[in-house]
């Protein structure tokens, strides 16, 4: 989740700007292992590893920034740089729990593609199914949440949501008042948006958070069970991510890293301490937490489609074709497209991650920092600094590697 000074909202989680982040998975702490046939290779990439997260921590000013790159299952790299916990002075660790923002969407719609799989759910169920009062309800189906095409307005972009949200960075939230927010803004004609995600169901793009809340409610009506309790169901055990949560207030497992923000500050205010601020506006959209080591596992299962049918592997990496989507670049079903790499970023207020995952050389990368956006002068927009290190490390593993033609 991306909020940005002066109490304006970029794009709380992710945006589709940031879904283009390199991939990333976590390796392990021990280096370059390479075959004596890839060490001059693997050489290369771990030196330009090190210059990118340490060139990534220093002109940021990010506290600390950690990349983990795995090709195959012979090259594996790791470099961290500055510290994830500036209280016990440490850097981030392989197994230190983050708030990965809207990398939880990965989980929400494998969850969901999973449930069709059962026969709990359709895709094609329409959300008045499940969940009431949603704008477009009968028109709006489970699919259309999923891949952010059901016209649905943002809950994070509203004024009625930023303003007791920066008040009060402990409060608690109601799923059930984040979707009266969102369906609020699309009855009003999305007006934090200027329009933005106001149109016909399926007719157009727009990447909206109120989508996976809805996403989240209509999942618990089917499975009629609390949400958390699905996604652990459904992907934490399968998968085998035994350091990823949904922890039900503001605490996080140890050993956690620290973050800092300063989202809801004027401009040039100093960083502040925001580990323990609420995830709870987040439900489903933001609010698990994971480790690099877990990050790596799941983001070349996510990527390859694992323990899907072939029927709900063709759903997930459907690409959308309406603007902005291109083939090159585009949103699929709870996962992004670009540069080769399948994968998501997320943002929460002190955290920023991209996972990715590039199939034809079976490459993972992920990268974790400890501060969210950062207003860098001269930039339009702020700065995500995970997705600034993961764009420079797909890169770089494209030219080591190139892409087919």
């Given at each position: 989740?991306?909020?940005?000074?002066?109490?304006?909202?970029?794009?709380?989680?992710?945006?589709?700007?940031?879904?283009?982040?390199?991939?990333?998975?976590?390796?392990?702490?021990?280096?370059?292992?390479?075959?004596?046939?890839?060490?001059?290779?693997?050489?290369?990439?771990?030196?330009?590893?090190?210059?990118?997260?340490?060139?990534?921590?220093?002109?940021?000013?990010?506290?600390?920034?950690?990349?983990?790159?795995?090709?195959?299952?012979?090259?594996?790299?790791?470099?961290?740089?500055?510290?994830?916990?500036?209280?016990?002075?440490?850097?981030?660790g392989e197994h230190d729990h983050v708030r990965?923002?809207?990398?939880?969407?990965?989980?929400?719609?494998?969850?969901?593609?999973?449930?069709?799989?059962?026969?709990?759910?359709?895709?094609?169920?329409?959300?008045?199914?499940?969940?009431?009062?949603?704008?477009?309800?009968?028109?709006?189906?489970?699919?259309?949440?999923?891949?952010?095409?059901?016209?649905?307005?943002?809950?994070?972009?509203?004024?009625?949501?930023?303003?007791?949200?920066?008040?009060?960075?402990?409060?608690?939230?109601?799923?059930?008042?984040?979707?009266?927010?969102?369906?609020?803004?699309?009855?009003?004609?999305?007006?934090?948006?200027?329009?933005?995600?106001?149109?016909?169901?399926?007719?157009?793009?727009?990447?909206?958070?109120?989508?996976?809340?809805?996403?989240?409610?209509?999942?618990?009506?089917?499975?009629?069970?609390?949400?958390?309790?699905?996604?652990?169901?459904?992907?934490?055990?399968?998968?085998?991510?035994?350091?990823?949560?949904?922890?039900?207030?503001?605490?996080?497992?140890?050993?956690?890293?620290?973050?800092?923000?300063?989202?809801?500050?004027?401009?040039?205010?100093?960083?502040?301490?925001?580990?323990?601020?609420?995830?709870?506006?987040?439900?489903?959209?933001?609010?698990?937490?994971?480790?690099?080591?877990?990050?790596?596992?799941?983001?070349?299962?996510?990527?390859?489609?694992?323990?899907?049918?072939?029927?709900?592997?063709a759903e997930r990496f459907t690409k959308l074709?309406?603007?902005?989507?291109?083939?090159?670049?585009?949103?699929?079903?709870?996962?992004?497209?670009?540069?080769?790499?399948?994968?998501?970023?997320?943002?929460?207020?002190?955290?920023?991650?991209?996972?990715?995952?590039?199939?034809?050389?079976?490459?993972?990368?992920?990268?974790?920092?400890?501060?969210?956006?950062?207003?860098?002068?001269?930039?339009?927009?702020?700065?995500?600094?995970?997705?600034?290190?993961?764009?420079?490390?797909?890169?770089?593993?494209?030219?080591?590697?190139?892409?087919?033609?």
């Amino acid at each position: 989740m991306n909020i940005v000074a002066r109490h304006t909202v970029a794009a709380l989680l992710a945006t589709f700007t940031a879904l283009s982040a390199a991939a990333c998975a976590p390796g392990g702490d021990d280096g370059a292992h390479a075959t004596s046939a890839l060490e001059a290779r693997g050489d290369t990439l771990q030196t330009e590893l090190d210059r990118i997260v340490e060139t990534t921590q220093k002109e940021l000013g990010v506290p600390g920034v950690r990349a983990d790159v795995i090709v195959g299952d012979r090259l594996r790299y790791t470099a961290r740089a500055g510290l994830g916990d500036f209280v016990a002075k440490t850097p981030i660790g392989e197994h230190d729990h983050v708030r990965i923002g809207s990398v939880t969407k990965t989980f929400t719609v494998t969850t969901l593609l999973r449930m069709a799989d059962a026969g709990v759910v359709s895709l094609d169920d329409h959300v008045s199914r499940w969940v009431p009062g949603v704008p477009n309800g009968e028109a709006i189906t489970l699919r259309m949440l999923a891949n952010m095409t059901s016209g649905l307005g943002s809950y994070t972009f509203s004024p009625t949501f930023q303003k007791p949200f920066f008040a009060d960075p402990q409060r608690a939230w109601q799923p059930w008042d984040l979707v009266a927010i969102g369906a609020g803004e699309t009855r009003a004609g999305c007006p934090s948006t200027k329009g933005a995600g106001c149109f016909a169901p399926g007719t157009g793009f727009f990447y909206s958070n109120t989508n996976t809340v809805v996403l989240a409610l209509a999942l618990e009506a089917a499975g009629k069970r609390p949400y958390a309790d699905l996604v652990r169901d459904y992907v934490f055990v399968p998968y085998g991510l035994h350091e990823t949560s949904i922890p039900k207030g503001t605490e996080l497992p140890k050993p956690f890293v620290r973050g800092v923000s300063t989202q809801g500050r004027d401009d040039g205010a100093p960083p502040y301490e925001a580990t323990f601020s609420s995830p709870s506006w987040a439900f489903g959209v933001g609010d698990v937490v994971s480790t690099p080591a877990d990050l790596a596992r799941w983001a070349r299962a996510l990527g390859t489609g694992e323990r899907l049918s072939a029927k709900a592997k063709a759903e997930r990496f459907t690409k959308l074709t309406m603007p902005p989507n291109t083939p090159e670049r585009a949103y699929a079903m709870g996962i992004g497209y670009e540069n080769g790499f399948w994968g998501h970023t997320g943002e929460l207020p002190g955290y920023n991650t991209s996972i990715q995952y590039r199939p034809d050389i079976d490459a993972v990368v992920v990268v974790t920092t400890n501060r969210d956006a950062i207003e860098v002068p001269g930039k339009d927009k702020p700065v995500d600094p995970a997705t600034v290190a993961a764009q420079k490390i797909v890169s770089a593993l494209n030219r080591e590697y190139p892409l087919p033609k």
